[in-house]
Every structure is written in C-alpha cells, then in structure tokens.
C-alpha cells in the first residue's frame, strides 16, 4: 500500500478529539416515516384525551332512552362505567339499538353492551 494514503492514527484522535462533532440521535431522525411520525402524533393525542364523566342515570330512565332508540330508529350517546388505566371513562358508543336479549343490547354498528354497565344515554340531534 502506499504511504501517502495511510493514515497517521495520531492525527486521526487529534481530529476526533477536537474537530469531529457527532449528532447523535438527531442524525436518525431523518429516517422516521412520515405515517410513523403522523401515527405518534395520534397516539400522543388520543391518550391526552379525557371524556367528561356524566351524571349516572337510574334503571327506568336508561331503558327509556335505549327503547326510544330502538323502536323509532334514534341514535344514542351511551355512556358505560368502564375506565381505562388512568381512570378516565372511555369513549361513548354511538349508534341506534337494533336488537337486545335480556339485559345485552346490539348498536347498528356491531357493538354490543350490557345495561348493568350503562352510566348515562343520551339522544343525539
């Protein structure tokens, strides 16, 4: 090999000791995906998110509610006692009942509950 291209290692360490500047981390953030990133940003959002918590509603008048929903096609907001880890109440199920069995009721978009869990309906405009 010739001599001229061979490195001196002392003038190498003098280099990185004094002249070299590593970025670190901000040198891969170049390679986070855009549909990476924009589901972070969901993620961060969603979990930020915190639902009021309404009043709980007696037995006769959640099955008004639920009843009017299935017998005239109204949609609902339903409200069930069910929290998550940070013990904040989780999303409303929203849709129009289309059938119950005993005390389990099906919304139109497939999801099901049980009145037992029910905090709160409300009819939605």
Known sequence: MNSKYQAD???VQTFFDNYYHDRGKIKWQGFYLSDHTAALKKQAKKASHQNDLRPQQGLTEITKFLM???TYNQI???QLNVFDLNDHVKDDLTGEIKGYDE???YLDNGKKFHLSEVRN????A
Do not use: H, K, N, R
């Open 121 to 124: 309906v409300a009819m939605v």
């Open 103 to 105: 005390d389990l009721f």
């Open 76 to 78: 609902v907001q339903i």
């Open 9 to 11: 290692p002392e003038m």
């Open 68 to 70: 009017q929903s299935y």
